[in-house]
């Protein structure tokens, strides 16, 4: 039974940073893993993804801003966010692939199967 589970999230002002991490349990030797988060009333999007060689790909609104790292002894996943804005807002889901189809530099909703119950980020 594969679960993810994240921790980190809060609340910042403007300019502050925030940690976010997700340890997952039931599987090992994990291919891509991400970070999705999904404002009030938008669609959920993707924000960072790593693959198991540490290679990560990000969202344009938040390049240079965040940094996502990965663990594979431990099973865990990352997001180092700096100079958050009020647009930052939303809930984050940590997110796997199991199957080993989510090629990882794709930030589509598609890719994992397995999610987090997400921890909310909120920047005023």
């Known amino acids: 039974h594969v679960q993810l589970v994240e921790s980190g999230g809060g609340s910042v002002q403007a300019g502050g940073s925030l940690r976010l991490s997700c340890t997952i349990s039931?599987?090992?030797?994990?291919?891509?893993m991400g970070w999705f988060r999904q404002a009030s009333g938008k669609e959920r999007e993707g924000v960072a993804a790593i693959d198991s060689d540490g290679i990560a790909s990000y969202a344009d609104s938040v390049k240079g801003r965040f940094t996502v790292s990965r663990d594979n002894a431990n099973n865990t996943v990352n997001l180092m966010m700096n100079s958050l804005k009020p647009e930052d807002t939303a809930m984050y889901y940590c997110?796997?692939?199991?199957?080993?189809?989510?090629?990882?530099?794709?930030?589509?909703?598609?890719?994992?199967?397995?999610w987090g119950q997400g921890t909310q980020v909120t920047v005023s």
């Open positions: 039931g599987k090992t030797h994990l291919g891509c």
């Open positions: 997110a796997a692939d199991t199957r080993g189809s989510w090629f990882c530099p794709s930030l589509s909703n598609d890719d994992p199967n397995y």
